[in-house]
């Protein structure tokens, strides 16, 4: 009986642990996330020339079945479109709403 109360005692202490440390996580990554927006919405720099940027507009992912992006801009917009072709070739299209560039990549 002693023991079974320890046992709950201490799965519920684990439990409240590892609750805080999520909380804690998806608070640091709200607050990266929302400085990152802060400062691209200020003025992002990014020309047509350089459009779009790494780092700045998006974030290149490596996955199982090829390559994916993530965006980071809030203005920045990503589309993917279904593979085509004998290649089966997937096309990226970057658009930015804020200043109207917009970019294809194959």
Do not use: H
């Amino acid at each position: 009986m002693l023991l079974e109360r320890i046992k709950y005692a201490l799965s519920y202490e684990v439990n409240k642990v590892r609750n805080y440390i999520k909380f804690k996580i998806f608070q640091n990554y709200r607050r990266e996330n929302q400085m990152d927006e802060e400062v691209l919405e200020k003025d992002c720099c990014v020309s047509e020339e350089i459009f779009p940027c790494l780092g700045k507009c998006f974030r290149k992912i490596d996955t199982i079945s090829g390559v994916a992006y993530e965006k980071l801009c809030p203005s920045c917009r990503i589309w993917t479109s279904l593979p085509t072709g004998a290649n089966l070739t997937v096309t990226s299209i970057f658009e930015c709403e804020e200043r109207g560039f917009g970019k294809r990549n194959a």
